[in-house]
């Protein structure tokens, strides 16, 4: 059984971070999301919140299972005797970041592989901090997340436009 972990913050998971596990579902047999509970940020959604959301629209994709963890990624996948891990790569702007975190992890565990996947189209320019940007003034985000999340960030912030004309 081939087995990859998909880790990340997905505050919140976005319609970009479910294409990529799609298409990882194709090439591993079992894909853990794996959500960084970061003890140094807030996010906008819990780490239980977000655990809860991926899982529910995760729920209809065979191989998926959902989990949080804390501390450092490369420990994280030798406790879970996996040797993959998932990254998507949108723009060049990407790539530094992604370099530098895949090399690291490959120090701390040298068994460790990190896949990128390129971005589908469609889903170049989204991320979840554009999408809580969009969701915290009033806009919709419907198309760019799951209904669920895109439900979740209306409960959260409403659905006023929050334009001011000021002279
Ligand atoms: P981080 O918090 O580590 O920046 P995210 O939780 O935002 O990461 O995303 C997890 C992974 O999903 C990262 O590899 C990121 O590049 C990828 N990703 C995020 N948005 C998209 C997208 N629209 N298309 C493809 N990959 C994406």
Avoid: W
């Avoid at 406790?79 to 993959?84: E, F, G, P, V």
């Avoid at 992604?98 to 990190?114: G, S, Y």
């Avoid at 419907?142 to 004309?165: I, T």
Wanted: glycine share 6%; proline share 3%.
């Amino acid at each position: 059984m081939s087995l990859a972990i998909y880790p990340g913050s997905f505050d919140p998971i976005t319609n970009g971070h479910l294409d990529i596990l799609c298409r990882a579902v194709h090439i591993f047999d079992r894909v853990i999301v794996a959500v960084l509970r970061n003890t140094t940020k807030t996010g906008l959604f819990t780490t239980d919140e977000r655990v809860a959301m991926i899982r529910e629209v995760t729920a209809g994709i065979p191989g998926v299972t959902v989990e949080s963890f804390r501390g450092l990624t490369a420990d994280y996948a030798r406790l879970k005797q996996a040797t993959n891990l998932i990254r998507g790569l949108r723009a060049v702007s990407d790539f530094d970041a992604e370099l530098r975190i895949a090399l690291t992890n490959k120090r701390l565990n040298p068994q460790l592989e990190t896949v990128f996947l390129m971005t589908s189209s469609e889903y170049l320019f989204l991320s979840s901090s554009t999408v809580r940007e969009i969701a915290s003034m009033g806009g919709d985000t419907r198309g760019m997340v799951p209904d669920l999340v895109a439900e979740r960030l209306v409960q959260k912030f409403g659905r006023q436009s929050a334009v001011v004309c000021e002279t």
